[in-house]
């Protein structure tokens, strides 16, 4: 977090410095996080959920779990169905595997008593960053056990589980001495109770995996046992990888949800018409009854005027997914010459995607490719600079490729919001106009979106009637015709069809088409003409209300009913938040309360009561069915309603946990020529490598490389290695030396650093290599790129790729040319 | 006006080098070379010409206070942001000849770049190795100009605003002496027993107005222990000097006069 949120981790200083607060860091290497840290365990790469496991087995062995939030809160108390098998049973799998399809049946791992879905296995492919809560399996009628002593209750399932999840595993797999392991774990499972809270922050680290969801899952199970959701100081805290990334999901730029996570539809019966579509994804009980509503009020946002009850809200205009088109998916369609065209924006894939060598050649078998950016990077000069062109493997004249380079305004040269790590909207001001002809995303979007509406005009077919159908007029100012981005924003806001009055949040948004709405997680940031919320800087309390605004309702703190007991007050007087004021009959405290504000705490939903009315007055989790923390996912999850620990898929050791399934079952390698995988183990590739990024560059370095006052701090490509390993491969300090997986080779500098730990591994000593992906073929300063190692494979329920925990050799001298082995110079800067 | 000072606490620097970025934007300072040193992450490795704070990383064999490291051996990463120390008595500004390097009214040491004739006497004065010439371009000296331009319309210099775990803090130096002692105090409390204040008194530079809470010995961070103003030589070096004239004025003579 120092390393690459240092703005963000002045708060774990304060924290530390002021408040005494214990900063565990754990991390294949000592980075300048651990530096800050008062606990640095070293891990191995890829065995995170067993340091998790044995984590959540620690909390329950030594009854540091949050009984009464636990009991009230979560559906540890809730009765599982009888055709449940744990992985315990079934050595590694859990029941519901079809071996053919190579997919859970998840119809096993709902509640006793709850209804398979009615579309078949719902929890197929399209995960995506949506799908929690959406199911119309009635899941809010269950039977529970408040001892959670019942053998099939979600607790004593989760303890079954985790039970050979033991410190002595933890030693001998995660390479963690079982001392500083049992440290951590109580120290961490002591902020738990009413008067303490403790919260996990991580960021990339923890998704690039293809376990990643289920690493966040484990998270999300200990913090739910400790009682730390929904409570100051508290929660599972993503720490995005640039600014506005949460922005990036919440309007997003992803293939298969649409603006405020909902589902995009896919092909399918589900899809045929939108009361089919929202029965799916809207579920009966819960907030996401709304479903609907935020569904058509986003079509009429789309398409105005010309989405009628008549015609589904145009809901057949909306594209529909029919296959993975995710960054791997489509970029796999690219190297197999399926794909004409490519815009990218703000993006560098020929460095920062995975086996980027590969995603290269993809570049060359398009027919166009536009890349707008505020300089030339490695993807707009791939077909003259790229090391495939300049070792001679393919000739520029062949590559047919038409590239546009276009200029783009840089943030300070165009107004908007940023969408931070916190949910926070805020408001920049443009600073200074771009330069020539740099133009900001908004106005190429909306010209090109012009454009091309202009040129379907006269066109009926059917084809084009959903961009005919589009509204797109929004108002422009300046010589340049440059979109007003408050009108967009009040778009995003949502407002009454009728009169164009803004709404002030999504609770005043309907089915019936009166309301349009472009995201409805962002309603109520632009209650008003005039009040654009995320331009507020003033702020008012220590939660910083008054200061931008965060979705949903400017709530600081999700989920903050669980601040306060089942009845309605406080858990303690040092970490209460909001609670239930009896005089005035409604909820209050220091935050908005992220609950229906005048249900009272001892609330009983009626017999057939919807939504949100479905759900008692002690159930804090307003977005899930039954209003419950899922310490078991009975639905959503592809991979398994409890995280289990698998092996990357190319590691060093074989999985001990269980040693007939040695990698996510459900996962995907792409494997293929030119994305080939190591054994596991390998001898040629005996070393886990593992990538990052550095404080001083910002991801694959368009934005770093290319000033010189970053440049300077990191120029050149290097690999972190151990003095061990230094020793062993008689590598001297500052050598190059070059690296190799299975889908290439590059050459780095040796740091030789104790910051890089040999770690015990199942009694035998292992190394770790670290290398930041920085670098690139041009800019300031250019180096070898790093995700050329890296293969295309896929997470199964977001579809992330694996670059953490894979194999590599190591050998010195560089990786092209003649191999000699010359060390840099060490010299000084004084002589220039 | 009050005497400004720096107080840098290594005990809280994330080595995130935003001082370093901040002071070149602010003060249009070019690029230090692009040398890869293999030294740690520091890159800079000094301060000079055209670097005027340095993060400083330190590896060392020894243990970060009461920090739980999961090492073979003992480890700890202390980073440093170093700057001009602003002497009481500067060396520079008594060696320049052309009035270039003068005291501000904040107490700082700034160099005028359209005075210097960059004749250098200032680097050899310089007993922490701060200010030095920009050779490859016209050889004039530069160094940290205490943001003097900042400083004058109320705001903090570059590098104390942009830090973002207040490790650099700005102030009234008496204040952030003793600012600095509390800290060091708390630290050995907390279990750092090797926390120390570099805040070197009692010699001849009179004073720094650029002190640091560090761990360990200054050695390690490149601070001398008991730096010294060459100019506080002048009066033995003249004394000698009159001294040994004088004797060999009283041999020449004595020679003379011995003469059959």
Redesign the interface.
């Given at each position: 977090m120092a390393e690459n949120h240092p703005v963000a981790f002045q708060w774990v200083i304060e924290a530390r410095e002021k408040h005494g607060a214990q900063v565990i860091h754990i991390d294949p290497r000592f980075s300048r996080t651990s530096a800050m840290a008062n606990i640095w365990l070293p891990l191995r790469s890829g065995s995170d959920i067993l340091l998790l496991g044995a984590l959540i087995r620690y909390a329950i062995e030594n009854e540091y779990f949050f009984r009464e939030y636990l009991v009230h809160y979560t559906n540890a108390p809730v009765i599982i169905s009888e055709k449940y098998r744990d992985t315990e049973d079934l050595k590694g799998l859990f029941s519901g595997w079809n071996p053919d399809e190579k997919k859970y049946d998840p119809a096993s791992w709902l509640y006793e008593g709850a209804e398979p879905e009615r579309w078949g296995t719902a929890a197929s492919s399209h995960g995506g960053h949506g799908g929690e809560g959406h199911s119309p399996a009635d899941l809010n009628h269950y039977e529970k056990d408040e001892t959670l002593q019942h053998p099939r209750c979600v607790f004593q399932l989760l303890k079954r589980h985790f039970s050979r999840y033991t410190p002595e595993m933890v030693e001998r797999y995660c390479g963690i001495d079982k001392e500083a392991f049992l440290r951590a774990a109580k120290t961490f499972c002591s902020a738990s109770g009413p008067e303490k809270t403790g919260t996990i922050c991580y960021a990339v680290g923890w998704t690039q995996h293809s376990t990643g969801v289920q690493i966040i899952r484990t998270a999300a199970i200990l913090q739910l046992l400790l009682g730390n959701m929904g409570r100051p100081g508290g929660g599972v805290l993503a720490l995005r990888g640039h600014a506005s990334i949460q922005g990036s999901t919440d309007v997003p730029t992803l293939y298969d949800i649409l603006p405020g996570y909902l589902s995009m539809p896919h092909f399918g019966e589900e899809s045929l018409s939108l009361n089919t579509f929202t029965q799916k994804y809207g579920s009966k009980t819960g907030w996401w009854h709304n479903f609907d509503k935020y569904m058509v009020s986003l079509l009429k946002a789309y398409y105005g005027e010309a989405a009628t009850q008549e015609n589904e809200f145009g809901f057949h205009w909306l594209p529909r997914v029919t296959g993975d088109h995710s960054h791997q998916g489509y970029w796999l369609d690219m190297v197999d010459g399926k794909m004409d065209g490519l815009f990218v924006m703000g993006q560098n894939p020929a460095v920062a995607g995975p086996n980027s060598g590969m995603e290269r050649r993809g570049l060359q078998k398009l027919k166009w490719l536009v890349v707008r950016e505020m300089v030339e990077t490695e993807t707009a000069s791939f077909w003259y600079e790229s090391p495939e062109v300049k070792r001679g493997e393919v000739k520029t004249e062949e590559i047919g490729t038409e590239v546009f380079l276009l200029p783009a305004a840089g943030h300070a040269e165009k107004a908007g919001t940023f969408t931070n790590t916190q949910r926070l909207l805020q408001w920049r001001e443009k600073a200074v106009e771009p330069p020539d002809d740099a133009r900001s995303e908004n106005w190429f979007m909306f010209h090109l979106g012009r454009l091309l509406k202009e040129k379907v005009k006269n066109d009926t077919s059917s084809k084009n009637a959903g961009l005919r159908a589009l509204t797109w007029d929004y108002p422009t100012e300046g010589s340049e015709a440059e979109p007003i981005p408050e009108e967009i924003l009040k778009e995003i806001n949502g407002f009454k069809t009728d009169t164009k009055e803004l709404v002030s949040g999504f609770t005043e948004l309907k089915a019936d088409g009166s309301t349009a709405c472009g995201c409805w997680i962002y309603s109520g940031v632009f209650p008003k003409e005039g009040q654009n919320r995320a331009n507020e800087r003033e702020s008012k309390d220590f939660y910083g209300h008054g200061w931008g605004w965060a979705w949903p309702s400017d709530r600081r703190v999700i989920y903050n009913r669980a601040s306060a007991k089942p009845d309605g007050t406080p858990w303690s007087e040092r970490k209460k938040l909001v609670w239930w004021d009896a005089e005035q009959k409604k909820w209050t405290g220091n935050d908005v309360p992220d609950f229906v504000a005048t249900k009272p705490p001892d609330y009983k939903p009626p017999e057939g009561a919807v939504g949100d009315d479905a759900l008692a007055g002690d159930k804090p989790f307003i977005l899930h069915p039954d209003g419950l923390g899922w310490i078991w996912a009975p639905t959503g999850v592809v991979d398994g309603p409890l995280p289990a620990h698998y092996e990357p898929l190319e590691s060093p050791v074989r999985n001990a946990m269980y040693p007939a399934v040695q990698n996510n079952p459900v996962s995907e390698t792409k494997r293929r020529r030119g994305n080939d995988y190591a054994d596991s183990p390998d001898a040629k590739y005996p070393y886990i490598l593992t990538t990052y990024r550095l404080t001083e560059h910002h991801t694959a370095g368009g934005m770093s490389r290319t000033l010189s006052h970053l440049a300077e701090l990191q120029p050149e490509m290097f690999a972190e290695i151990s003095t061990q390993l230094a020793q062993e491969l008689s590598i001297v300090p500052g050598e190059w030396i070059t690296v190799t997986t299975a889908r290439g080779a590059i050459e780095a500098h040796a740091l030789v650093t104790p910051r890089m730990q040999t770690l015990m591994i199942d009694g035998k000593p292992m190394q770790q290599v670290g290398l930041p992906f920085h670098w690139g073929y041009s800019g300031l300063v250019k180096g070898d790129i790093g995700n050329d190692l890296v293969a295309i494979s896929e997470e199964p329920n977001v579809r992330i790729m694996e670059t953490k925990g894979i194999l590599c050799g190591v050998r010195r001298g560089r990786a092209h040319g003649n191999g000699h082995t010359a060390a840099v110079p060490l010299e000084s800067k004084g002589a220039n | 006006m009050p005497t400004t000072a720096f107080l840098t606490d290594a005990t809280?620097c994330?080595?995130?080098?935003?001082c370093?970025?901040a002071c070149?934007?602010w003060n249009e300072v070019?690029?230090?070379?692009?040398?890869?040193?293999?030294?740690?992450?520091d890159?800079?490795?000094?301060l000079?010409a055209s670097t005027w704070r340095h993060v400083l990383f330190l590896?060392q064999?020894l243990a970060?206070g009461?920090?739980?490291?999961?090492?073979?051996?003992p480890?700890?990463?202390?980073?440093l942001s170093d700057v001009c120390k602003h002497c009481a008595n500067a060396g520079c500004l008594e060696a320049c000849p052309t009035g270039s390097i003068v005291r501000t009214e904040f107490g700082g040491v700034f160099v005028q770049k359209d005075i210097c004739n960059g004749c250098g006497y200032c680097v050899v004065s310089c007993p922490f190795g701060v200010i030095?010439k920009r050779?490859?371009d016209d050889g004039r000296a530069f160094k940290c100009t205490f943001c003097y331009d900042r400083q004058k319309v109320g705001l903090m210099p570059a590098c104390a605003t942009a830090c973002?775990?207040?490790s650099i803090q700005f102030g009234e130096v008496g204040e952030l002496k003793q600012r600095g002692k509390n800290r060091v105090a708390e630290l050995k409390a907390r279990g750092y027993g090797d926390a120390r204040l570099y805040d070197p008194t009692e010699t001849s530079v009179g004073g720094i107005h650029a002190i640091s809470v560090i761990l360990g010995e200054p050695e390690a961070y490149n601070l001398p222990p008991m730096p010294e103003v060459p100019t506080s030589y002048l009066k033995s070096a003249w004394t000698s000097a009159f001294v040994s004239a004088a004797i060999l004025m009283a041999v020449v003579l004595a020679a003379f006069a011995m003469r059959p």
């Open positions: - | 809280i994330i080595g995130c080098k935003a370093e970025v070149k934007e070019p690029e230090d070379g692009y040398v890869w040193s293999g030294l740690s992450y890159n800079t490795q000094s000079g590896e064999p970060a009461p920090q739980v490291a999961d090492t073979s051996d480890f700890r990463w202390v980073f030095d050779y490859h973002p775990t207040q």
